[in-house]
């Protein structure tokens, strides 16, 4: 696929304005699941949503953000963060690898995992004051300054204890005092949730004026995942969050006029209908073994599900004939019809990828079809009961995600084409003259001209 070019450096507005007065405070939305048609094709769409569709006419906007492998939502807002591919900053899916089920579907909350530079360290080295809400892979980040991390356990009222025990000291409480109620609790996906947070993302915004703040949304995924992208309840979900951002938009302006403020999504979505459980065939090999009671007692190759795609992970990975048997059982399945395979790959496509250095294999199930968790008595394949799904291959249209950018400096009423998800970081790092010298493509010109570039150092995206 082509993308359109980037401009080399960190080049980011016209060059004629002073260096001192190109360093804008940074709003970093991100809104689960957005699919870019959502907004640039709004009315087509019956979707009432002005405070977004500001971003086209005042602001710079991608057709469409090519994203990871796999496209789901902790790598992607790492690679949000980072400019790097998940082979670089280390969040490779969701959820850990845990083939003896002992993390209780852990994911991967840590900011210690992230093994890049992010723009919060960026910020904070270039002076600015940084802030967090519920954005992904933000417990511990020792460069936000005000941190609202997401975590949970159990859904449990306990949750809340532990938010706020791993939150910046004192920070829950002030806000709470602010908002005249409780923190929402972290395994809160609903509108609700939503509402909540950025009522308290907005008050952070205007008690601390932070230099780069992010936020993260997530009702908008949620209701897709239960009922299917374009439905009437994701619509009605969209329209709501809408509000939100103006919300948010209006806090930052009033703290600080200069600000650019974006709004991303880390993947698209696509409406499913069947559950695929790879871990059948791979029980059925005597690949996993089960004990008395259906559980994993051990194990030479494992399925890593990531929604629409697996990882299939080695327990000797130099062992050939393993590898070997692997392969054959995979390319087997996919000439089967039942199991939905579209496409499986090997360790160098995963590599060129900038794909979980972790997986032998990689498999792309067909659209429509999703990966289930480990169950040992399910069957291949069955109806899902998940209306809408991500995850598969990056090539996928349906996969593209968000990128809008307005306020000072950027270009109004520009559609900058499709965009390579990497791109974002070293722009955003450009706006707050910080530095992540390791982004793997270029910072995209959001100013007033366009200079031709190209993109570099980067991984295939097909």
């Not at 829950?172 to 972290?186: I, K, R, S």
């Not at 600080?256 to 065939?281: C, M, Q, W, Y």
């Not at 089967?336 to 498999?363: H, K, L, M, T």
Request: net charge neutral.
């Amino acid at each position: 696929m082509t993308l359109r070019p980037f401009i080399a450096g960190a080049v980011l507005l016209a060059s004629a304005v002073p260096a001192a007065a190109r360093a804008e405070p940074v709003l970093l939305i991100s809104i689960d699941g957005l699919r870019p048609g959502d907004v640039i094709e709004a009315e087509q769409r019956g979707l009432r949503i002005p405070n977004l569709r500001r971003f086209i006419a005042q602001g710079s906007h991608a057709t469409g953000v090519v994203g990871n492998l796999p496209t789901v939502t902790y790598p992607s807002h790492t690679t949000l963060l980072t400019g790097v591919a998940p082979a670089r900053h280390g969040i490779v899916g969701n959820t850990t690898f845990d083939p003896a089920q002992i993390n209780y579907a852990g994911w991967f909350w840590y900011s210690s995992d992230i093994t890049a530079r992010t723009l919060w360290d960026a910020a904070k080295d270039a002076g600015l004051s940084t802030a967090n809400v519920h954005w992904p892979v933000s417990v511990g980040a020792r460069s936000v300054t005000w941190n609202l991390p997401q975590i949970w356990r159990s859904g449990h009222d306990d949750d809340r204890k532990l938010v706020k025990a791993l939150a910046t000291g004192g920070l829950v409480d002030e806000l709470e005092h602010d908002c005249a109620g409780p923190y929402a609790q972290g395994i809160d996906e609903s509108i609700a949730g939503d509402t909540n947070r950025a009522k308290f993302g907005a008050a952070l915004i205007a008690r601390h004026k932070p230099g780069f703040i992010t936020v993260y949304l997530t009702a908008l995924d949620h209701e897709q995942h239960q009922f299917g992208p374009g439905t009437p309840q994701a619509h009605a979900v969209l329209e709501t969050i809408d509000g939100l951002v103006g919300q948010l938009v209006a806090a930052e302006t009033k703290a600080h006029k200069d600000a650019v403020i974006t709004v991303v999504s880390d993947h698209g979505f696509a409406a499913t209908d069947t559950e695929i459980n790879l871990f059948r065939p791979f029980i059925d090999a005597g690949l996993i073994t089960l004990d008395k009671g259906g559980k994993v007692a051990s194990w030479e190759a494992m399925p890593w599900p990531s929604g629409g795609s697996v990882a299939v992970v080695l327990a000797r990975p130099g062992d050939a004939a393993l590898s070997a048997k692997v392969g054959d059982l995979l390319r087997g399945l996919a000439r089967n019809p039942e199991a939905r395979i579209a496409r499986v790959i090997g360790r160098e496509e995963i590599s060129a990828r900038g794909a979980n250095p972790q997986a032998a294999y990689y498999v792309d199930l067909e659209l429509g079809a999703l990966a289930g968790g480990f169950k040992a008595d399910a069957p291949l394949s069955k109806p899902a009961t998940s209306k809408g799904m991500h995850g598969y291959f990056p090539a996928a249209p349906e996969m593209r995600s968000t990128f809008m950018a307005m306020g000072q400096g950027v270009a109004p009423g520009r559609d900058l084409g499709e965009i390579d998800m990497r791109a974002v970081a070293p722009t955003l790092a450009a706006v707050m003259r910080a530095s992540l010298p390791a982004a793997e493509v270029a910072a995209i010109a959001l100013g007033p001209e366009t200079p031709p570039g190209r993109a570099r150092n980067g991984q295939s995206r097909d």
